[in-house]
């Protein structure tokens, strides 16, 4: 595709249900992140991926939340036992390489809504 | 990476210029100026990055002092659709690509 395409669009679950996301980045992009941004506020970094691999795992809040990247290509994302305070949108951005020159592309975002 | 100061929100008329400024006080001599936006609803969308020259493309400009602790995105003739958040983040050439978003500028355009 053109753009880093991510699905679902919106997500409604009910709290201590697992939940997954998934990222399509642009093709032949090795790089691949994802962020969450809570309502009004700033981007906050979650996971990195080079290639398959992911170098640093930092950013990931909890124990409940993993991410793993298939193929040097799609990523999922997934959250399990949700609590109220995982709601959010999870963005997903992809560059062509880690290195500092390449800019992020990001996808539209997963709403994710646990009630 | 050096954190940025902006302004938490400012105007701007419709067709006219708009300047945003960003302060990066601690910036280092590694740290490229990156600027993003952000329209409601949608993910971040990048717009330039620079150094030390002032960069320009078809979206903005870039003006950085000489001694690299501020910069200035220049949108020159605003439209309605230039309404959304902006972000200035310093990133070093050491990082791997990780953004730090701050909480940026929210720039509405006026008719």
């Known amino acids: 595709g053109a753009g880093v395409s991510q699905s679902p669009s919106n997500k409604v679950t009910e709290k201590g249900k697992d939940v997954e996301l998934r990222c399509d980045p642009i093709?032949?992009?090795?790089?691949l992140y994802w962020y969450r941004q809570s309502l009004g506020q700033g981007l906050e970094f979650l996971i990195y991926f080079q290639g398959n691999s992911a170098p640093d795992k930092s950013g990931l809040p909890s124990d409940r939340f993993s991410a793993e990247r298939t193929g040097g290509s799609v990523s999922t994302l997934t959250i399990q036992r949700t609590q109220q305070e995982d709601s959010a949108v999870y963005l997903c951005a992809s560059t062509q390489t880690a290195l500092f020159r390449s800019e992020q592309y990001f996808g539209p975002g997963t709403r994710l809504t646990v009630t | 990476d050096a954190k940025t100061t902006q302004p938490t929100s400012m105007d701007c008329a419709e067709g006219r210029a708009a300047n945003l400024p960003c302060n990066h006080s601690t910036i280092s001599g590694n740290e490229y100026v990156y600027w993003y936006r952000q329209i409601h609803s949608q993910g971040p969308q990048y717009i330039i990055h620079g150094l030390k020259n002032n960069e320009t493309n078809e979206m903005a400009s870039l003006i950085i002092t000489e001694d690299r602790k501020s910069s200035t995105l220049i949108l020159p003739h605003a439209t309605l659709r230039d309404t959304a958040v902006y972000y200035c983040i310093v990133r070093s050439t050491d990082s791997w690509g990780k953004f730090q978003f701050g909480a940026g500028t929210q720039v509405v355009v006026t008719p």
């Open positions: 093709s032949g992009h090795t790089a």
